[in-house]
């Protein structure tokens, strides 16, 4: 039950094409806005840093919300709290370190050079596929070690489960999510059994070690195989065909960016402040908490709105306006979230987007649109479908 | 020539990045420096014959990160680190209660054994906007 469609149309198509127009009156007009019965939704910065991490916050579903797809990979970061949570991260944290993560990446920027080999005489690509997709599904498949084949239908079942998540998903959408989650099990089921019979010395290795060793059960490797194997390539690909897409409206950004190295990660930040791929999230309350005078009872969602506290007045100057040099607290942008549920894989996604932009703008000194781009995003998620670019050296 | 020994501890690597580049900074003025993971180093080898910086991040809500924990606690079962003398960095984020807490418990350990603290203590605020290397050059100017 909405209380005031208006507010925060979800489903409404201007409102998925350009949501921040509803997210400013938010802001200034009902910075905690209840939704329905059980569900608030926070969009301002202040709020946001205040409660996201607040010790009544979970991730863990409480029974109300039912079953529905994602239960799936609830053995996971995404669906545990505590010593679990951390004794999962840990068994992956050690493989995303600043330091091997420069190691990966090489691995983006010999994809991304064969890549351009697609690029034809006049200089078009369909950069989508090539240049975002590629490089990081190729990376996150060597940081496993398994097979890298099949990534059409691998991106494809990924958007089908990712359409499960949207606040108005429908019964069609959780039986198409299902449908995705039982492609990328098989895949995965197979991964697993390929390493038994061929063992390696990659991250899925590392997980079957921690298995046998009973640090892991059976499920959690499966469902921590399957997070990571289908979450290499969506969030990076989205923030590089953003930017892409940017350099193609605004050239002087390429320019600034092929010409001061040193300026590079100041503005894929940016970037990522203003793209990012997921627009919200929600959490639970383990106890009552009171938020703008409103006791929110044990058991609500609170949704907080990502993409709104990116832009939120109050903190960034302009929020619309790209500007990689405010400093400070205006250049803490929250898409990767914060604390303990922060994404795994921050560190990989900036180092393979600035590898990825690197060796693009180094070879060429324009990009222009070649196409009108297609896109599939929904109130929670972003994703580009078809980058048609043309590359001007 | 002064040997050092960069100990640092970490849950998602930030520490090493601050390790690495403290060894790149002694080097290029000279100095013999090696970065260790705290949870490979044996407590039984701190000794008054070298130099030591210790780095740990904080964890969670002023927890000691994975690998600082078994180094920590192995610091129990010494009796005394008089003449060990030791630089401290820390890694946090200012937007927490116990920011940097993980440092500070560790400096304490080390000085009630008996060990003496160099300078001032190196910190970098994760929600600063600074990056790592950037904090770790400018208190490696400041300190060495």
């Known amino acids: 039950m909405n209380i005031n469609h208006d507010l925060l149309p979800w489903g409404n198509s201007d409102f998925r094409k350009n949501p921040y127009p509803w997210y400013a009156r938010l802001q200034k007009e009902h910075p905690l806005y209840r939704e329905n019965d059980k569900t608030w939704v926070i969009t301002r910065y202040s709020d946001y840093m205040e409660f996201v991490r607040h010790p009544a916050m979970t991730i863990v579903e409480p029974d109300w919300v039912g079953t529905h797809p994602w239960r799936a990979i609830e053995s996971t970061v995404q669906g545990t709290e505590g010593a679990d949570h951390t004794r999962l991260r840990r068994h992956s944290n050690k493989w995303f370190t600043p330091k091997l993560v420069k190691e990966w990446v090489k691995h983006a920027a010999e994809i991304t050079l064969e890549s351009l080999k697609h690029v034809d005489a006049q200089g078009h690509l369909e950069a989508h596929h090539h240049l975002c997709v590629m490089p990081s599904h190729v990376t996150m498949c060597r940081v496993l070690q398994v097979d890298e084949g099949d990534v059409d239908r691998v991106i494809q079942n990924t958007l089908k489960i990712v359409g499960a998540q949207s606040p108005t998903a429908t019964e069609a959408n959780k039986a198409t999510a299902r449908e995705g989650f039982d492609f990328l099990f098989g895949k995965c089921r197979a991964m697993i059994a390929a390493k038994r019979e061929q063992p390696g010395d990659g991250l899925l290795d590392a997980l079957l070690s921690a298995q046998d060793k009973g640090e892991l059960s059976e499920k959690e490797v499966l469902e921590t195989l399957l997070l990571f194997y289908f979450s290499g390539a969506p969030n990076p690909a989205f923030i590089l065909a953003s930017i892409l897409d940017h350099f193609t409206r605004e050239p002087e950004l390429l320019a600034l960016y092929r010409e001061n190295p040193e300026q590079r990660s100041a503005m894929i930040n940016e970037f990522i402040r203003l793209y990012p791929p997921e627009m919200s999230f929600v959490r639970f309350l383990t106890e009552d908490v009171e938020i703008h005078g409103q006791l929110l009872p044990r058991g609500s969602c609170l949704r907080f709105m990502t993409a709104a506290v990116n832009r939120d007045p109050a903190v960034f100057a302009q929020p619309h306006n790209f500007n990689h040099l405010r400093g400070g607290q205006e250049s803490q942008q929250v898409s990767f979230g914060v604390g303990a549920h922060s994404c795994a894989g921050q560190v990989i996604t900036r180092a393979e987007v600035e590898t990825v932009l690197s060796i693009i703008t180094e070879r060429y000194s324009r990009i222009e649109s070649a196409g009108e781009p297609l896109t599939l995003s929904d109130d929670r998620i972003r994703n580009y479908l078809e980058l048609p670019l043309r590359f001007i050296a | ?144």
Not at chain 2, 2 to 26: P, Q, W
Not at chain 2, 88 to 94: H, I, N, P, R
Not at chain 2, 97 to 124: E, P
């Open chain 2, 1 to 144: 020539m002064s040997s050092y020994k960069i100990l640092f501890g970490t849950e998602s690597g930030n520490a090493e990045v601050i390790a690495d580049d403290i060894v790149d900074a002694l080097s290029t003025k000279g100095l013999q420096a090696v970065a260790i993971p705290m949870d490979e180093y044996a407590v039984d080898d701190l000794s008054p014959g070298e130099r030591y910086v210790f780095i740990t991040s904080t964890y969670g809500e002023g927890e000691l990160p994975e690998t600082t924990q078994p180094f920590f606690e192995a610091l129990n079962g010494l009796e005394s680190l008089a003449g060990v003398e030791f630089f401290a960095f820390g890694l946090g984020d200012s937007t927490y209660t116990n920011y940097n807490r993980a440092i500070h418990v560790l400096i304490d350990s080390l000085q009630d054994l008996g060990a003496k603290l160099i300078g001032t203590i190196g910190k970098h605020d994760g929600n600063s906007g600074v990056s790592l290397s950037s904090a770790a050059h400018t208190w490696i100017s400041q300190s060495f």
